[in-house]
Structure formats: C-alpha cells, structure tokens
C-alpha cells in the first residue's frame, strides 16, 4: 500500500505548480488516482480470495 501511496505521490508531484489552474492536469491527476485505487481494489480482492480458498 505503501508503494501505491508513493507512486501517486510522485505522479501528482509535477502538478502541485499549477494544479488550481489547470484544469487538464486536474482530470489527468483524477484519473491516474482513479486507476490506481481500481487495480489495488483488484489486487486486495484477488489475495483475499486467495485467502478464502486456503
């Protein structure tokens, strides 16, 4: 969780600048976030799972 946590850091970092008046970085910003929430949710309920069978 840890890497996912510095991985969106280091992606929203060049935005930080000019993310108020940007709207395209904005939506980039939302959608990588989005993306990455979306594979971890994946990747936590495939290892539970995994778990479950076990």
């Known amino acids: ?3 996912v946590v510095t991985i969106v850091t280091f992606v929203i970092y060049p935005f930080n600048l ?3 008046n ?3 970085s904005i939506l980039y910003v939302v959608g ?3 993306f ?3 594979i971890s949710i ?3 309920v ?5 778990e479950c069978k076990e």
């Open 18 to 20: 000019n993310i108020y």
């Open 1 to 3: 969780m840890y890497l």
């Open 46 to 50: 495939k290892s539970t799972i995994n």
């Open 36 to 38: 990455v929430v979306y």
């Open 32 to 34: 990588i976030v989005a």
């Open 22 to 24: 940007d709207v395209e």
């Open 42 to 44: 994946i990747l936590l």
